[in-house]
């Protein structure tokens, strides 16, 4: 299974970017990348994924190494609403077994006014 | 509006007491998950059903028990066997098939927290 590695917390001040950082070395051919957030005491929401290209929506970019061994989200003009956990998956798109569907602990992205 | 829907938000049990946490969805998809969190860490996979009348263990399956009689239905019993009830459960959903406009994202729900007296 592919796994991912996080930094446990990041600072940031509002309105400047944040980029966070994911290590996935192990990362299958056929696996995307996909990031997202959990504000405090909520459901996790859906930010963006991306398979080797980087990508960009309302919300984020996600830039992918050219060997897709390490990941980057940027949310480039960060609010105080920015803050919660962001987590880092790897799976297969529309997979649905259990194995590819761990969260780990994420990271604590706090942004200060 | 379409989505998952848990419920209650806030639970208490006594000891040596099941109790069961609802998660409805009505935006059709085959795949349906429940996740357990505790203060601090991620989320742990306790059972994940791909399609109706069948599901499988996740990595903490032991004290929980489910069923998925109905697609839009996925309930889990958190039974008096389970040592450390006391959590954050999550239930989500995702459109089993790739491919086409399917991103593959999980769907949450809002959670179910759940105390131990």
């Known amino acids: 299974d592919a796994k991912t590695t996080q930094p446990p917390s990041m600072d940031c001040a509002e309105g400047r970017a944040a980029n966070l950082p994911c290590n996935h070395s192990?990362?299958?051919?056929?696996?995307?990348v996909y990031w997202y957030r959990q504000i405090h005491s909520q459901g996790p929401q859906y930010i963006i994924h991306?398979?080797?290209n980087n990508e960009t929506n309302e919300m984020a970019s996600l830039i992918i190494t050219e060997d897709r061994k390490s990941s980057t989200l940027i949310l480039p003009h960060a609010t105080l609403r920015d803050t919660a956990v962001y987590y880092c998956i790897v799976r297969v798109a529309g997979e649905t077994s259990g194995s590819r569907l761990t969260f780990g602990e994420g990271t604590q992205l706090t942004v200060n006014p | 509006d379409g989505g998952i829907t848990q419920s209650p938000k806030y639970l208490f049990r006594k000891e040596g007491q099941n109790v069961t946490l609802s998660c409805e969805q009505n935006?059709?998809?085959?795949?349906m998950y429940w996740y357990r969190q505790d203060p601090g860490q991620g989320l742990r996979l306790i059972y994940y059903s791909q399609i109706v009348n069948d599901f499988q263990k996740g990595d903490i399956a032991e004290g929980y028990s489910v069923s998925r009689e109905k697609k839009e239905s996925f309930p889990l019993t958190v039974t008096s066997a389970q040592k450390n009830p006391t959590a954050f459960y999550l239930c989500?959903?995702?459109?089993?098939?790739?491919?086409?406009?399917?991103?593959?994202?999980?769907?949450f729900g809002e959670g179910s927290r759940l105390t131990v007296l």
């Open positions: 991306g398979l080797k």
């Open positions: 192990t990362i299958s051919g056929n696996e995307y």
């Open positions: 935006l059709n998809h085959d795949a």
């Open positions: 989500a959903s995702s459109i089993a098939a790739t491919g086409g406009l399917n991103t593959g994202e999980l769907f």
